[in-house]
């Protein structure tokens, strides 16, 4: 969290994006995440995930190709959700409303840093969403089986006992006490196909 602070405020753009190192990307990732955030009332927004490496054949999710029988992965059908907080390891959001919150908590060193930051853009009224298109690809915790010493599980445990006490429970409990009053609103995200827009909640 304080090195997503750090490079938030080392830049002055209106739209952030924050990347981690294992991710493999794919097309139009960054037209469409910052299309939905120019054009959307939001918190943070990220893209949908594979685990794997595309060529890894343990990847049982259909490939980036194949996705829903569309030639480019792209279904239209399906609108971005609305989520407590888009993934930490992809995840895109407005400058001006981290200047407002104040950044990150630098409490927590790893996990629930982007659930807290997503808690509190959903108390201020701006809901966070994960995308449909496109797809990209997470090396999951490639961090954590690289650095052992860094103790994945404890830095987790800790990290959610700091949230619990700071937001009176678990993200389960948080999610309905603020995304619940987020009144629905309608939302546009693009496709290589067309502009999509429908309404966030039914």
């Not at 097309?27 to 927004?45: E, I």
């Not at 999710?61 to 569309?70: A, D, E």
């Not at 059908?77 to 993934?87: D, L």
């Not at 509190?120 to 090396?139: F, V």
Request: contains cysteine; hydrophobic residues 35%; proline residues 6%.
């Amino acid at each position: 969290s304080a090195t997503w602070n750090h490079l938030t405020r080392y830049f002055n753009n209106e739209y952030m994006i924050l990347l981690n190192d294992d991710l493999i990307m794919v097309d139009n990732w960054l037209k469409s995440l910052v299309f939905f955030l120019k054009n959307n009332k939001c918190g943070t927004a990220g893209l949908p995930l594979y685990f794997g490496r595309p060529e890894d054949q343990s990847v049982t999710v259909l490939k980036h190709g194949q996705w829903k029988g569309h030639p480019e992965g792209v279904d239209s059908e399906v609108k971005p959700g609305r989520v407590m907080a888009a993934p930490g390891c992809c995840f895109g959001f407005k400058r001006t409303l981290f200047d407002d919150i104040g950044g990150f908590d630098e409490q927590f060193k790893s996990f629930y840093e982007e659930i807290d930051f997503g808690t509190e853009c959903a108390k201020r009224g701006y809901p966070s969403y994960a995308m449909s298109y496109p797809r990209i690809y997470h090396l999951w915790s490639a961090t954590f089986q690289q650095n052992p010493e860094l103790k994945p599980e404890e830095r987790m445990g800790n990290s959610r006992t700091y949230y619990i006490e700071k937001w009176g429970g678990d993200h389960d409990v948080t999610h309905p006490r603020y995304m619940n009053s987020i009144p629905p609103q309608v939302i546009k995200w693009w496709t290589p196909y067309t502009v999509m827009e429908a309404v966030d909640v039914e």
